[in-house]
């Protein structure tokens, strides 16, 4: 599966825009894992950090529940991964863990969340709440923080892609 980048719109209304770079973030993720194998996937390339390409994925599954679910409609979803005991165990992962897997359940996240955004206006606030304020986000600050944290961890994936199969780009 060859994935396939679209470039946001350079004249596009803000919502449009918005959405355009974060699917294009999300593409970029996908495209840095392609053609990998498990092994590739969960190898932690650059030491000591554990940080590998699969446990990025297994986070931003993570990052899409939080936001989209728990945070802009209010529901408690319970982590995927990760637990009280191993706050970060979508990086932990074990021969077990798969690319077929993670993908999967980072693509459902990906279609809720597109789901659950389209009922709202980006100046509408979010059924959730803060952990720190106890105040509620706006569409519009979700759709910038999950660019945010995208382009971040995209930028860790160009790093750790390279590290594993010298393959670089954009």
């Known amino acids: 599966m060859t994935t396939q980048r679209t470039e946001p719109a350079q004249n596009a209304d803000e919502r449009t825009m918005l959405e355009g770079w974060l699917e294009y973030h999300r593409e970029t993720l996908a495209w840095k894992c392609e053609g990998l194998t498990d092994a590739q996937l969960r190898t932690a390339s650059v030491p000591p950090s554990e940080l590998s390409l699969m446990g990025l994925v297994r986070h931003m599954a993570e990052v899409e529940r939080g936001w989209f679910r728990e945070t802009l409609m209010g529901e408690e979803t319970g982590p995927i991964y990760y637990s009280e005991e191993d706050r970060d165990g979508e990086f932990h992962l074990t021969e077990e863990d ?20 389209a009922g709202f206006g980006l100046d509408e606030l979010s059924r959730g709440t803060s952990r720190h304020s106890g105040d509620p986000f ?20 160009d790093l750790l892609r390279e590290r594993v199969d010298g393959v670089t780009g954009d």
């Open 98 to 117: 798969t690319w077929q897997e993670a993908r999967a359940t980072w693509q459902a996240e990906i279609g809720i969340a597109r789901s659950n955004a």
């Open 138 to 157: 706006s569409l519009r600050w979700i759709y910038t923080h999950m660019i945010e944290e995208y382009a971040r961890h995209n930028g860790h994936a």
